[in-house]
């Protein structure tokens, strides 16, 4: 059982880049976030999705694009990378309980944009 | 303010102490309450969770809930170093299937 993985692990852009960071999660979990982390800052929601089909924006969604085609997977996109989006990237996926989300997280992905 | 407030630390403690580590939250409706730990360059992993008041054991760590006080707080028993890590806690946003976190606070436990 790999639960939430994400590739690649790190990487490097040159600003006006595009690029999408992938994430895959195996518990069949209805719900999926895309967070970033900077330091002072703690975790961020980027985007969340509640099931295939459904996504909403969160705190910062500006600049990024996401889609949910399938149960399993939950891809971000970078269309025009800015040196702004240099953070670590996680991608959670939960499930409800008692009105709870019990979520579990990626390794993340490191993005520098130069 | 913040929904969920945390002090950032650093705290740093000998081994074997206690730790307290600490959250405040605004929205007394807030019911469920999480604790992750975060390891340097890895993503957080659920520690424990409650739901509603009260107290929660699960080996050497204790989570607390006071919703009078609306604080939250995490109890580590005889620490060891190897629980160095940032710790947050987080809680479902009302009305939304998402989590709002503290800022997380880094723990250092020095043998």
């Known amino acids: 059982n790999a639960g939430v993985t994400q590739t690649p692990k790190f990487q490097v852009l040159k600003t006006g880049q595009s690029m999408t960071l992938q994430c895959a999660q195996d518990?069949?979990?209805?719900?999926m976030s895309w967070y970033r982390q900077d330091p002072g800052m703690g975790l961020r929601l980027i985007h969340y999705?509640?099931?295939?089909?459904?996504?909403d924006q969160g705190e910062v969604p500006n600049g990024y694009n996401v889609s949910r085609s399938t149960t399993e997977d939950f891809p971000l996109r970078l269309l025009s990378a800015a040196p702004s989006q240099t953070s670590v990237y996680f991608c959670?996926?939960?499930?409800?309980?008692?009105?709870?989300?019990?979520?579990?997280f990626g390794a993340g992905t490191r993005l520098s944009v130069l | 303010q913040k929904e969920v407030e945390q002090d950032p630390g650093p705290l740093s403690v000998p081994e074997g102490a206690i730790v307290s580590l600490n959250c405040t939250y605004s929205?007394?409706?807030?019911?469920?309450f999480m604790w992750y730990r975060q390891y340097s360059r890895k993503g957080p992993e659920l520690l424990m969770y409650t739901y509603s008041s009260g107290n929660k054991e699960d080996g050497r760590f204790t989570a607390q809930v006071d919703k009078s006080s609306k604080y939250i707080s995490l109890f580590i028993r005889d620490s060891q170093p190897s629980d160095s890590a940032t710790y947050l806690c987080a809680t479902p946003q009302l009305g939304a299937q998402k989590l709002v976190f503290g800022q997380g606070t880094r723990l250092t436990i020095n043998p």
């Open positions: 929205n007394s409706a807030f019911q469920y």
């Open positions: 999705s509640v099931g295939a089909g459904i996504t």
């Open positions: 518990m069949n979990h209805e719900y």
């Open positions: 959670a996926s939960s499930y409800s309980n008692q009105g709870g989300y019990i979520q579990y």
